[in-house]
Every structure is written in structure tokens, then in C-alpha cells.
């Protein structure tokens, strides 16, 4: 068994945090994982990725092969574009639908969002309403991880146990809040109605 | 011991404390910046050895070098293109000796994520003629860089291991062994280690002499390996480093696989690529980089009866860098289904500079000055104000190498440009431009040369710089540069006209002038007040 996720957002997006949370509890399970990242020029407001491998058996290449991605998890709908060449044919999205516009030629919203509607398996969710809910538009990460927790091969409860060892130094109220906005995010990601692979059916948006 | 998730950087430098390291330096650069920043961490909480940024890499490099002469072990790392500032005691270095283990990490960045090139540093390796080790994996990081001290001590030479960014940053598991203890103090002979013709000569023999254990070593060594496969008669695979990895990958699905060597230690195991080379019709070549391997194996005539594939047969690509889908081709399998949402077109995301970031006020105090004239040019440096290439700014029209900022506006001066303008950070200025500041100030060079000095290292991730503050202004005042024409400026929107303003007189001014721009980065002084 193993999962093959590209986690895609904006330079300063906290991605890197996500991909710390998920590796810390699949290492808590014994699981073997590779993650990539992207650090030095591109931070800076360019586009990000991370390949995060996790695996009980084995795992050779610390990029995931183009078509072997199960799932793009993406801060930005902009960005979730950019990797969907890494899906297997029946993988899955889930996007936030919060643009961050810092290029002149940033397209239209709703042609990005209808674009990721046309994946058969796509969850769009309002990761900046539901962080500024949670307390702090910062913790859309958070949300984005939320919402992705039940697809992931890790248990739910470790990832909580990690977001906490992530932020505890920022205090309790930055703690709460990153772990309000991972329940928001589970919220919404349970009650929308997501098909599984094997069903026919389209996926559904949480917005 | 018990697992930890480390970067391929932090395996390397975890490695080298538990072999007994007693120093580390470097000069902050992607993707070898994690090396020290986690040596630095360590040495913090432990105090046990010394780790710390250096000035530039050659500084680096002797520094450790005067370690290993003391008898201790010491580490000095590098992106790839910080070892062409190093090269001339790395050189040299391979004449030396070690006395204590001398462990040289140079990060290549092949497809130039955050480089001005892909250059290929196992090719150092082999110009020095010393060993070379390059992991697949995190564990094997680690694993050769303790490894490498053994052999820098045994052999008595500097060891390289060569990362690449794919495992520089990237994180997965690692298992540490029990750490041992540091080198008493102990000198190096003198009659090894001063270069003069009479001693060169004769260490250069040593040198060579040693080459037929280094090859019995990697012959002998658990990081290569070669499977032979009884079914597959016709081809065998020959990979290297992190390319190893994506030839497994692609293993499982073909039908026959071939025989595969794996090679992770330099010079290249020689027995066992005889044993794959005999055993098979065809070799497929699969490195990281340049096709060093590759060469080795075709030199001009190839080898009778053989064919070998690689990058250079044009079976892999010569650019950029290798993924599991690039290998494929190669081992004769068609692309994975993947999802198809048709074509479209995306929108590029480049790197820019912070929204408030300093540069961006320099550049458009610059680029105000510069309206009245029409032949000026603006040599820029290595950093962040590089991002002022892109619109809106489209300020700078060069970026070489650090320090030549200032070097080719001396040069563009001389041959007829005015304004020519040098734009270059602080950090990178104590890297490599106070010489050729030097040199215009003794020549009184029409330029313009714009430090901007915003306190730390930023693209890297804010590293202290040694060339800043009142210390910065004192250098540029030491080096001989007119007081009257060494200008401060604040670059904020406010002083945008008043900042013009003195740029246009310093452009004037006819001979050398230094403006100094002043303002901290905003992601360190963000960093400041959240730690409080």
C-alpha cells in the first residue's frame, strides 16, 4: 500500500508545514516516506511543490513519477493546474478556491475552478472563509489539511498531534486556531459528499 | 539508535558530528545551505565543535584545510558553483593531504532550480584525482559521509561526496549509529604541506600512486553493486547517485529486467563494470549531471563489440534533470497513463521580490535617475535584487557570478558605457567584491556602485553577513573610495525623488562612486519580532 501526493501552493503558503505534519505521523507509523521540496529562489512568491511519498514498502525515487500522483492537495486553484499531469487517471483534487494574485496575467477564478471541476475526483474548498473562521487567515494550510485527512493513509489523530507539536512554540492561541481550522476542514470535507474511486459518479464541491 | 526525518543536507552534516567532527564552514547557497544551518544548530546546543558561515567559499575551504593540517576533522560545504571560488586550494588540496579527515560537499543543482549553472562537481573529483562519493539515498548520506572521513584519514586526502538537489532536499528516514569522539591536536609534516616545486612534484607522485587503491576500494566497496541478470543477455544498466533510484522504479515494469550496476562511489569501480560490460551486448548509462560516466566508458573508440547508451547516444536528455519519467524512454517503456484535462495554457509563477522589499525601492529610484540617459547599463550580482530582471522592474541586464557586478561595470566603463552601474548585496560584496572595488577605486573608474545593504544573506534564508552596517561603510572608505562620493540612501517610497536625486549626481560625478541603500529585509525584521 502507498500514497503519492503533490502538495502545491504559493512560496510562503506553508506547504513545507503541511508535508511536516503528514511525514511526522506516517513516521510515527512506521511508514517509509520520501518527501522533496523546494527551497532557495523560488519561495519568494514563486510557485511551490512537494512530492510526498508514503509507503509500506520501499519507496526508490524521491519524485513521483508523472501518472502515479493519487492525490494534488493544493493552497491555490492556480497552482493545483499546474500538477494535474502528475494524476493517475482516476486521482483526486482537492483545491482551495482562495486565489493568491501576484502576477499581472492571473486568470479568471472561475475559469480556474471549472477547469478543476472537469477532474473527475476534485473537492474546491473556501479555505479563507473557513481560516478566518478558525481564527487566522494563516492557517488555510491547516484547513486544506483538514479537508484531505480521511483520503490520507495516516490516522486523523496524529496529524492533530503533530500540527500541535508544529505550532506549539507560537503559543496556545496560534495552536487552537491551526487546530480549529483542521476541524473546519474535516467538517466540510465529510459532509461533501465525496465519491470514492471506484464510483462512477462526479465529485462535488464543498464550497 | 532511532529514526529521525532528515533533509539529504542534515543527513550529510548528522553524519559528519557523529564521525568526530571538530569544525564545519561554508558560505550559504542552495541547495548545500541546510548542511550548516543544521551543523550551526547542533554546535549551538552542544558547543562540541565549531560551525560557521564563512566569508566566501575559498575562505571556507582553507579554513577547514588549516583544521585537517591541525590533525582534526572538518567539513566544508558549497553549492556547486562555490567550489570554482574554492578551486584553487581544492587543487592544491589533492597535493596536501589530509592529516585529519578532509571532507569537501559540494551541492550541484542540475536543472538550475535556484543556479546560474548545472556544472557537474564529480568532475573535480576526477580532476584532482581524489575520491568521490555520491548517496542515492538519506540513509546513504549519511552512511558515506562518516565513511568519507575514514577514507580521507586512511588514504590521507580530501574526500568529496557529491549531492545533488533532489536528495539535498529532500526528507526521509535515517538511523544514526553511535557517535565517536574528535582528532587529538596533531601537526601536519611540513615537507607535505608546503607546495614547493620540490615537495609538489614529489606529493603529485604520492597522488597517483594512490590511484590503484582507490579504484581496489570502490571495487571492494558495500555502496556498489552489480546484479547480474541470467535471463537478459542484452542489456545492462549502469546507474549512479539519486539516477539509481529512478531506474528502480521503473524496474518492476518490464518484463525481462536487465542486469543493473550501481555505483555510488569515484573513481569508478573498475572490476565490476568489466563484469557488467562482459555480460551484456548493451549499457545504459543513467547519471545525475554530465555524462561522466558515460565517457569514461565510450572514450573515443567505444568499446569493441559493445553499445553504450547514455546521454551522450542522445537516449537520455543532456539538459536539466533526470525524474522517473525522463529514464523511461531509455529502458524502452512508454509514458503512465495519466489524467488529461486536454491542452491548456498556465500562467508562469515566477520568484519576485516581497511585496515592501527594499530593492524594489532602489531599483525605482534607479530607474528614475536613469530616464535622462540612454546608453546606461546596470550589472547586477548574485541575489535577490537579481529578481529585478523581471517586470515591473526589468532593471538589471546581467548576472554572471558573485562579485562580478562590480568587475564588469569596471570593464563596461572602460569600454565606453556611462552610466555603467554595479548593483550588488552586502553579503555578496564580502564574497567577492572588494577587490575589484579596490582595483576602481585605484583607477578612479567612471561607475556607479550600489551596495545594498539589507543586514543579512536573504535569498538563502537570512544567514548573518560580515559586510554590513558602519563596518560596510568603513571597508568602502578603506579601499580607497572618496569620502564625499561614498552616499547613503534609505530606499523607502517616501525618498524616491531625494534618493534620484543623488543617484544622478553620483552618475555625473566623473570618476567612482558608491551608494550604499540601507534598509533591512523585511522577512528577517518579520522573523526578528515573532522570536520576540
Given at each position: 500500500?502507498?500514497?503519492?501526493?503533490?502538495?502545491?501552493?504559493?512560496?510562503?503558503?506553508?506547504?513545507?508545514?503541511?508535508?511536516?505534519?503528514?511525514?511526522?505521523?506516517?513516521?510515527?507509523?512506521?511508514?517509509?516516506?520520501?518527501?522533496?521540496?523546494?527551497?532557495?529562489?523560488?519561495?519568494?512568491?514563486?510557485?511551490?511543490?512537494?512530492?510526498?511519498?508514503?509507503?509500506?514498502?520501499?519507496?526508490?525515487?524521491?519524485?513521483?513519477?508523472?501518472?502515479?500522483?493519487?492525490?494534488?492537495?493544493?493552497?491555490?486553484p492556480l497552482?493545483?493546474l499546474?500538477?494535474?499531469?502528475?494524476?493517475?487517471?482516476?486521482?483526486?483534487?482537492?483545491a482551495?478556491r482562495t486565489p493568491?494574485?501576484?502576477?499581472?496575467?492571473y486568470p479568471e477564478v472561475e475559469t480556474l475552478l471549472s477547469k478543476i471541476r472537469e477532474?473527475?475526483?476534485?473537492?474546491i474548498?473556501?479555505?479563507?472563509?473557513?481560516?478566518?473562521?478558525?481564527?487566522?487567515?494563516?492557517?488555510?494550510?491547516?484547513?486544506?489539511?483538514?479537508?484531505?485527512?480521511?483520503?490520507?493513509?495516516?490516522?486523523?489523530?496524529?496529524?492533530?498531534?503533530?500540527?500541535?507539536?508544529?505550532?506549539?512554540?507560537?503559543?496556545?492561541?496560534?495552536?487552537?486556531?491551526?487546530?480549529?481550522?483542521?476541524?473546519?476542514?474535516?467538517?466540510?470535507?465529510?459532509?461533501?459528499?465525496?465519491?470514492?474511486?471506484?464510483?462512477?459518479?462526479?465529485?462535488?464541491g464543498?464550497e | 539508535?532511532?529514526?529521525?526525518?532528515?533533509?539529504?543536507?542534515?543527513?550529510?552534516?548528522?553524519?559528519?558530528?557523529?564521525?568526530?567532527?571538530?569544525?564545519?564552514?561554508?558560505?550559504?547557497?542552495?541547495?548545500?545551505?541546510?548542511?550548516?544551518?543544521?551543523?550551526?544548530?547542533?554546535?549551538?546546543?552542544?558547543?562540541?565543535?565549531?560551525?560557521?558561515?564563512?566569508?566566501?567559499?575559498?575562505?571556507?575551504?582553507?579554513?577547514?584545510?588549516?583544521?585537517?593540517?591541525?590533525?582534526?576533522?572538518?567539513?566544508?560545504?558549497?553549492?556547486?558553483?562555490?567550489?570554482?571560488?574554492?578551486?584553487?586550494?581544492?587543487?592544491?588540496?589533492?597535493?596536501?593531504?589530509?592529516?585529519?579527515?578532509?571532507?569537501?560537499?559540494?551541492?550541484?543543482?542540475?536543472?538550475?532550480?535556484?543556479?546560474?549553472?548545472?556544472?557537474?562537481?564529480?568532475?573535480?573529483?576526477?580532476?584532482?584525482?581524489?575520491?568521490?562519493?555520491?548517496?542515492?539515498?538519506?540513509?546513504?548520506?549519511?552512511?558515506?559521509?562518516?565513511?568519507?572521513?575514514?577514507?580521507?584519514?586512511?588514504?590521507?586526502?580530501?574526500?568529496?561526496?557529491?549531492?545533488?538537489?533532489?536528495?539535498?532536499?529532500?526528507?526521509?528516514?535515517?538511523?544514526?549509529?553511535?557517535?565517536?569522539?574528535?582528532?587529538?591536536?596533531?601537526?601536519?609534516?611540513?615537507?607535505?604541506?608546503?607546495?614547493?616545486?620540490?615537495?609538489?612534484?614529489?606529493?603529485?607522485?604520492?597522488?597517483?600512486?594512490?590511484?590503484?587503491?582507490?579504484?581496489?576500494?570502490?571495487?571492494?566497496?558495500?555502496?556498489?553493486?552489480?546484479?547480474?541478470?541470467?535471463?537478459?543477455?542484452?542489456?545492462?544498466?549502469?546507474?549512479?547517485?539519486?539516477?539509481?533510484?529512478?531506474?528502480?522504479?521503473?524496474?518492476?515494469?518490464?518484463?525481462?529486467?536487465?542486469?543493473?550496476?550501481?555505483?555510488?562511489?569515484?573513481?569508478?569501480?573498475?572490476?565490476?563494470?568489466?563484469?557488467?560490460?562482459?555480460?551484456?551486448?548493451?549499457?545504459?548509462?543513467?547519471?545525475?549531471?554530465?555524462?561522466?560516466?558515460?565517457?569514461?566508458?565510450?572514450?573515443?573508440?567505444?568499446?569493441?563489440?559493445?553499445?553504450?547508451?547514455?546521454?551522450?547516444?542522445?537516449?537520455?536528455?543532456?539538459?536539466?534533470?533526470?525524474?522517473?519519467?525522463?529514464?523511461?524512454?531509455?529502458?524502452?517503456?512508454?509514458?503512465?497513463?495519466?489524467?488529461?484535462?486536454?491542452?491548456?495554457?498556465?500562467?508562469?509563477?515566477?520568484?519576485?521580490?516581497?511585496?515592501?522589499?527594499?530593492?524594489?525601492?532602489?531599483?525605482?529610484?534607479?530607474?528614475?535617475?536613469?530616464?535622462?540617459?540612454?546608453?546606461?547599463?546596470?550589472?547586477?550580482?548574485?541575489?535577490?535584487?537579481?529578481?529585478?530582471?523581471?517586470?515591473?522592474?526589468?532593471?538589471?541586464?546581467?548576472?554572471?557570478?558573485?562579485?562580478?557586478?562590480?568587475?564588469?561595470?569596471?570593464?563596461?566603463?572602460?569600454?565606453?558605457?556611462?552610466?555603467?552601474?554595479?548593483?550588488?548585496?552586502?553579503?555578496?560584496?564580502?564574497?567577492?567584491?572588494?577587490?575589484?572595488?579596490?582595483?576602481?577605486?585605484?583607477?578612479?573608474?567612471?561607475?556607479?556602485?550600489?551596495?545594498?545593504?539589507?543586514?543579512?544573506?536573504?535569498?538563502?534564508?537570512?544567514?548573518?553577513?560580515?559586510?554590513?552596517?558602519?563596518?560596510?561603510?568603513?571597508?568602502?572608505?578603506?579601499?580607497?573610495?572618496?569620502?564625499?562620493?561614498?552616499?547613503?540612501?534609505?530606499?523607502?517610497?517616501?525618498?524616491?525623488?531625494?534618493?534620484?536625486?543623488?543617484?544622478?549626481?553620483?552618475?555625473?560625478?566623473?570618476?567612482?562612486?558608491?551608494?550604499?541603500?540601507?534598509?533591512?529585509?523585511?522577512?528577517?525584521?518579520?522573523?526578528?519580532?515573532?522570536?520576540?
Open positions: 500500500m502507498k500514497q503519492d501526493i503533490i502538495l502545491a501552493g504559493v512560496g510562503g503558503q506553508g506547504i513545507i508545514s503541511i508535508a511536516y505534519v503528514i511525514a511526522s505521523a506516517a513516521l510515527e507509523e512506521g511508514l517509509e516516506l520520501k518527501q522533496a521540496e523546494v527551497h532557495g529562489m523560488s519561495q519568494r512568491g514563486g510557485a511551490v511543490q512537494s512530492h510526498l511519498r508514503l509507503s509500506r514498502e520501499r519507496i526508490w525515487s524521491d519524485l513521483i513519477p508523472r501518472g502515479e500522483a493519487d492525490l494534488v492537495l493544493s493552497v491555490e497552482e493545483t499546474r500538477y494535474v499531469d502528475y494524476l493517475r487517471p482516476d486521482g483526486m483534487v482537492i482551495s493568491f494574485v501576484n502576477i499581472r496575467d477532474i473527475h475526483r476534485h473537492l474548498i473556501d479555505s479563507e472563509k473557513l481560516a478566518k473562521e478558525a481564527g487566522s487567515s494563516r492557517t488555510q494550510n491547516m484547513v486544506m489539511l483538514g479537508a484531505t485527512a480521511r483520503y490520507l493513509m495516516v490516522k486523523e489523530e496524529n496529524l492533530t498531534k503533530f500540527i500541535k507539536s508544529l505550532f506549539e512554540r507560537h503559543g496556545e492561541t496560534v495552536v487552537a486556531a491551526n487546530l480549529k481550522a483542521f476541524a473546519l476542514g474535516q467538517a466540510v470535507a465529510a459532509a461533501a459528499d465525496f465519491v470514492p474511486a471506484s464510483n462512477g459518479n462526479r465529485g462535488r464543498g | 539508535m532511532k529514526l529521525e526525518i532528515l533533509l539529504g543536507d542534515e543527513a550529510v552534516a548528522l553524519g559528519a558530528i557523529q564521525a568526530g567532527l571538530s569544525a564545519g564552514y561554508s558560505y550559504p547557497g542552495t541547495p548545500a545551505s541546510e548542511i550548516m544551518e543544521y551543523l550551526i544548530k547542533v554546535a549551538a546546543e552542544t558547543k562540541a565543535f565549531i560551525a560557521s558561515w564563512s566569508v566566501n567559499e575559498k575562505v571556507a575551504f582553507e579554513e577547514a584545510l588549516g583544521v585537517s593540517f591541525a590533525g582534526k576533522r572538518a567539513l566544508v560545504s558549497m553549492k556547486h558553483v562555490g567550489l570554482n571560488v574554492a578551486a584553487d586550494p581544492f587543487m592544491s588540496s589533492a597535493l596536501t593531504g589530509a592529516n585529519g579527515g578532509l571532507v569537501i560537499v559540494p551541492a550541484d543543482d542540475p536543472g538550475m532550480h535556484s543556479s546560474q549553472n548545472e556544472q557537474d562537481s564529480r568532475f573535480y573529483a576526477d580532476f584532482a584525482r581524489i575520491p568521490c562519493f555520491e548517496p542515492s539515498n538519506h540513509q546513504e548520506a549519511y552512511d558515506m559521509t562518516r565513511q568519507a572521513f575514514d577514507v580521507s584519514e586512511k588514504l590521507g586526502l580530501p574526500v568529496m561526496i557529491r549531492l545533488v538537489t533532489r536528495l539535498s532536499h529532500s526528507r526521509s528516514s535515517v538511523r544514526p549509529r553511535d557517535p565517536r569522539g574528535q582528532n587529538k591536536l596533531r601537526f601536519g609534516a611540513s615537507r607535505d604541506w608546503t607546495l614547493l616545486p620540490v615537495n609538489a612534484r614529489r606529493r603529485f607522485q604520492t597522488l597517483l600512486d594512490s590511484q590503484a587503491d582507490m579504484v581496489r576500494l570502490a571495487d571492494e566497496s558495500e555502496f556498489n553493486s552489480l546484479r547480474l541478470s541470467a535471463n537478459n543477455r542484452s542489456l545492462g544498466v549502469l546507474a549512479s547517485g539519486i539516477a539509481f533510484n529512478y531506474v528502480q522504479e521503473n524496474l518492476s515494469d518490464l518484463e525481462n529486467p536487465p542486469s543493473l550496476l550501481k555505483v555510488g562511489t569515484y573513481p569508478l569501480p573498475e572490476k565490476l563494470i568489466r563484469g557488467l560490460v562482459d555480460h551484456v551486448e548493451t549499457v545504459l548509462v543513467v547519471e545525475e549531471g554530465y555524462p561522466l560516466i558515460e565517457r569514461s566508458l565510450r572514450g573515443f573508440f567505444g568499446v569493441a563489440g559493445k553499445t553504450i547508451r547514455g546521454k551522450l547516444s542522445g537516449d537520455l536528455p543532456l539538459t536539466g534533470e533526470l525524474s522517473p519519467e525522463a529514464v523511461r524512454p531509455s529502458l524502452g517503456l512508454k509514458p503512465l497513463d495519466r489524467l488529461d484535462l486536454g491542452g491548456f495554457k498556465l500562467a508562469a509563477r515566477p520568484p519576485q521580490l516581497c511585496a515592501g522589499c527594499p530593492h524594489a525601492d532602489t531599483f525605482h529610484a534607479l530607474s528614475k535617475a536613469l530616464r535622462e540617459y540612454d546608453k546606461s547599463n546596470i550589472f547586477s550580482d548574485i541575489g535577490c535584487y537579481t529578481l529585478g530582471y523581471y517586470p515591473p522592474y526589468q532593471a538589471v541586464q546581467t548576472c554572471v557570478c558573485m562579485g562580478a557586478s562590480v568587475s564588469m561595470a569596471k570593464g563596461g566603463a572602460e569600454a565606453g558605457i556611462h552610466p555603467s552601474i554595479a548593483v550588488i548585496g552586502d553579503s555578496t560584496f564580502g564574497h567577492s567584491g572588494l577587490t575589484p572595488l579596490l582595483e576602481a577605486a585605484a583607477a578612479d573608474t567612471n561607475m556607479t556602485v550600489f551596495i545594498l545593504d539589507n543586514c543579512t544573506v536573504a535569498m538563502t534564508g537570512g544567514q548573518p553577513s560580515y559586510a554590513s552596517g558602519e563596518r560596510l561603510l568603513r571597508m568602502i572608505e578603506g579601499l580607497g573610495v572618496a569620502q564625499n562620493h561614498i552616499r547613503v540612501i534609505e530606499p523607502l517610497p517616501k525618498n524616491l525623488d531625494k534618493n534620484a536625486q543623488v543617484i544622478k549626481e553620483e552618475i555625473d560625478h566623473h570618476g567612482l562612486s558608491v551608494i550604499v541603500a540601507v534598509r533591512e529585509c523585511l522577512e528577517e525584521a518579520k522573523k526578528k519580532r515573532r522570536s520576540g
